[in-house]
C-alpha cells in the first residue's frame, strides 16, 4: 500500500517558468511533509517543509503548499532555473512513531 | 555541526556472500536513524528504522538485517545476498519530530 504517491514520473518546464511537483497521501495520521531534491548517485538534500497545521511554507524560489482535505501537497519553484533539473521526493511523517515514508520521485527537467 | 558518514560508496559482491554497511552520526546524541534503498527506477523505500539503542523497527520483510551497537551507529548487514538486494543504499538520520531527516551519499552495491 503506497501512503504517499507522486503520479508524475517526469516533468519538463522551460527555464524561467514556474514548476509544479504534485504528491498526494492516503494516510490522514501524517502530520509533517517534507519536499527533497536528489541528484544520480547522491543522497537526497532537504528543500522544504511543512506542518499540517499550515497550508503554505514558502523559503526563497520555493514554495509548498498543503490541502489536507484533498491530502494533497505540491512543490512550486519560481523561476526554474536549470541547476533545478533532478528527482524530487515527497515525503511524509507521523507524530506517533516518527517513520519519513517516500513517494516515488518525479524526475524534473528544466529545459533552456 | 552535525555530519554523517555511510560507507563504502560502491561495492560489488557475489550471490550468497554477506553484507555489512556501517553508517555514523557526528555531533548529535540519540538520533532518530533509518535505512533507505532506492531501486533502480524506484522511489526511496524504507527498510529500518531506530529510535534509539537495540530499538529496530523492520518496515519490510527481507534478506537484511539492521543493528544499532552504539547510539550514533546503524549497521545494515545480511549473511547470504541476493541478486534482488542489488540497489542504492541510504542512511539517514534525524533529531526530533516533525524535522527533516538528513543523508548520507548512499552506497551503490552491485551482486553478481
Known amino acids: 500500500d503506497q501512503q504517499v504517491k507522486q503520479n508524475s514520473p517526469s516533468l519538463s518546464v522551460q527555464e524561467g517558468r514556474i514548476s509544479i511537483l504534485n504528491c498526494d497521501y492516503t494516510n490522514s495520521m501524517f502530520d509533517y511533509f517534507l519536499w527533497y531534491k536528489k541528484y544520480p548517485a547522491e543522497g537526497p538534500t532537504f528543500l522544504i517543509s511543512i506542518s499540517s497545521i499550515k497550508d503554505k511554507n514558502e523559503d526563497g524560489r520555493f514554495t509548498v503548499f498543503l490541502n489536507k482535505s484533498a491530502k494533497h501537497l505540491s512543490l512550486h519553484i519560481v523561476p526554474s532555473q536549470p541547476g533545478d533539473s533532478a528527482v524530487y521526493f515527497c515525503?511524509?511523517?507521523?507524530?506517533?512513531?516518527?517513520?519519513?515514508?517516500f513517494g516515488k520521485g518525479t524526475r524534473l527537467h528544466i529545459l533552456p | 555541526s552535525q555530519t554523517i558518514h555511510q560507507w563504502p560508496a560502491t561495492l560489488v559482491q557475489p550471490v550468497g556472500s554477506p553484507l555489512s554497511l556501517e553508517c555514523t552520526v557526528e555531533g548529535t546524541s540519540n538520533p532518530n536513524l533509518y535505512w533507505y534503498r532506492q531501486a533502480a527506477g524506484r522511489g526511496l523505500q524504507l527498510l529500518f528504522y531506530s529510535i534509539g539503542i537495540d530499538q529496530i523497527s523492520s518496515e519490510v520483510p527481507q534478506n537484511l538485517s539492521a543493528s544499532r551497537p552504539q547510539d550514533r551507529q546503524f549497521i545494515l548487514s545480511s549473511k547470504k545476498l541476493l541478486l534482488s538486494d542489488s540497489g542504492f543504499y541510504l542512511c539517514?538520520?534525524?533529531?526530533?519530530?516533525?524535522?527533516?531527516?538528513?543523508f548520507g551519499q548512499g552506497t551503490r552495491l552491485t551482486v553478481v
Open positions: 515525503a511524509a511523517s507521523q507524530n506517533r512513531d516518527d517513520k519519513i515514508i
Open positions: 539517514a538520520w534525524k533529531e526530533n519530530r516533525n524535522t527533516e531527516a538528513f
